[in-house]
């Protein structure tokens, strides 16, 4: 079975310049959660979207952050203008159930986009 | 609010070894816990759920894990350590009713041939 793809698997960018990073989620998944690692803050979740609206969005740190989820299969995460500190491991995991009774599903995490701006 | 705490952000032992990474976790309702393992370069993976029903639970590549209510505990053991696991472990919490989960900040576990 195919996992969760991210794309790029890296990108190294200018300050200033549009990232878009891509999520495919497992078919049939219902939930898909973008996060981000770094050394110093752990994994952080940015946002969080239940059969393509998005549930939870607190996490986002700024409004140059944005995402999407056109289709059940696909998902963005754009940062516009992009900085430095934005340098870190993206994350995309999915996973099955609504939430309520379903919510002993794990996630399935994709193998992440290093995102690295100079 | 969920949290989860991983008190070591370490762990060494011996090759062949028994293991323990503690985890302990506060939610005001059920919980439902998670254990993840994160190799170099890679997503994290799941290794093992505790949702209801017996307080051990067995999990991927000869994991377990016991909760413990009262404690409010839910630490990841293996009988016997191999060099292969060493790797990131992530425990996590989710409240029954909400979809949101709570990642700790990991605990790096070091098998020491």
């Known amino acids: 079975d195919a996992g969760v793809i991210q794309s790029p698997r890296h990108e190294v960018t200018e300050m200033g310049q549009e990232v878009t990073l891509r999520c495919k989620p497992i078919?049939?998944?219902?939930?898909l959660f973008w996060y981000r690692q770094t050394m110093m803050r752990g994994l952080e979740l940015l946002i969080y979207?239940?059969?393509?609206?998005?549930?939870?969005d607190s996490g986002m740190p700024e409004d140059r952050f944005s995402a999407k989820m056109p289709n059940a299969s696909f998902s963005t995460l754009k940062i516009q203008p992009s900085e430095p500190r934005d340098s870190a491991v993206y994350f995309c995991?999915?996973?099955?159930?609504?939430?309520?009774?379903?919510?002993?599903?794990?996630?399935?995490f994709g193998d992440g986009t290093r995102l690295s701006i100079l | 609010a969920q949290s989860v705490a991983q008190p070591e952000d370490q762990v060494n032992v011996a090759e062949g070894n028994p293991l323990t990474v503690k985890c302990t976790y506060s939610?005001?309702?059920?919980?439902?816990l998670f254990w993840y393992v994160q190799y170099p370069n890679r997503g994290l993976q799941f290794l093992l759920k505790?949702?209801?029903?017996?307080?051990l639970v067995k999990g991927s590549y000869g994991f377990e894990a016991e909760f413990n209510k009262s404690q409010t505990s839910f630490h990841l053991k293996k009988p016997s350590a191999l060099v292969s696991d060493s790797a990131l472990y992530f425990c996590?919490?989710?409240?029954?009713?909400?979809?949101?989960?709570?990642f700790g900040t990991g605990t790096k576990l070091q098998v020491i041939p």
């Open positions: 996590a919490v989710r409240e029954g009713g909400y979809q949101k989960v709570t």
């Open positions: 939610v005001s309702g059920n919980p439902y």
């Open positions: 979207f239940n059969n393509n609206v998005p549930i939870d």
């Open positions: 505790y949702i209801t029903g017996d307080n």
């Open positions: 078919s049939g998944h219902n939930s």
């Open positions: 995991a999915s996973s099955s159930g609504t939430g309520g009774t379903d919510s002993n599903q794990p996630q399935h």
